[in-house]
């Protein structure tokens, strides 16, 4: 999407990947991202769909996450969020992985300032897309 521009309070959605790595490992390296949200310097956008998502993943049981923990985790997340309703269908570009659909549905219905992934499917989507979609690296130098 051309030169990087400075977000100022951007509203922002936030693919399930990136939302898992802030919520589970953010202590690491995603930490700055739970801060973001919740000291509203960025508004994370969220749909039923993403949401019903969110909580699919969280129940992996990968994680070994009990229902309280999830609940948990939530409670990071969705009190920051700005609910958006997605309605009828959104003429949205081709995605190699029907699943990310969701999160572009979301984007374009919002009129986000960005979409946040670390999907290389989605990514390649940057140019065709008239919201910029950024990494989590581009997108914490972006807020900076």
């Given amino acids: 999407?051309?030169?990087?521009?400075?977000?100022?309070?951007?509203?922002?959605?936030l693919d399930t990947n990136v939302l898992v790595s802030a919520?589970?490992?953010?202590?690491?390296?995603?930490g700055w991202?739970?801060?973001a949200w919740?000291?509203?310097?960025?508004?994370?956008?969220?749909?039923?769909?993403?949401a019903t998502e969110l909580v699919r993943v969280l129940g992996y049981?990968?994680?070994?996450?009990?229902?309280?923990?999830?609940?948990?985790?939530?409670?990071e997340y969705l009190p920051w969020c700005e609910a958006v309703v997605v309605r009828g269908p959104v003429d949205v570009p081709d995605c190699r992985d029907p699943a990310d659909?969701?999160?572009?549905?979301?984007?374009?219905?919002?009129?986000?300032?960005?979409l946040v992934t670390g999907d290389i499917d989605l990514l390649a989507l940057d140019r065709t897309l008239d919201v910029p979609v950024l990494t989590p690296t581009a997108f914490r130098t972006q807020l900076a």
């Fill in 101 to 114: 659909r969701i999160f572009l549905e979301l984007t374009l219905s919002a009129s986000a300032d960005a």
């Fill in 61 to 75: 049981p990968k994680f070994q996450l009990s229902e309280s923990e999830r609940e948990d985790l939530l409670g």
């Fill in 1 to 13: 999407m051309g030169e990087a521009t400075r977000l100022i309070r951007p509203r922002v959605v």
């Fill in 38 to 50: 919740q000291s509203g310097r960025a508004t994370p956008l969220a749909s039923a769909q993403t």
């Fill in 33 to 35: 991202l739970v801060d």
């Fill in 23 to 30: 919520l589970l490992f953010g202590h690491r390296s995603m």
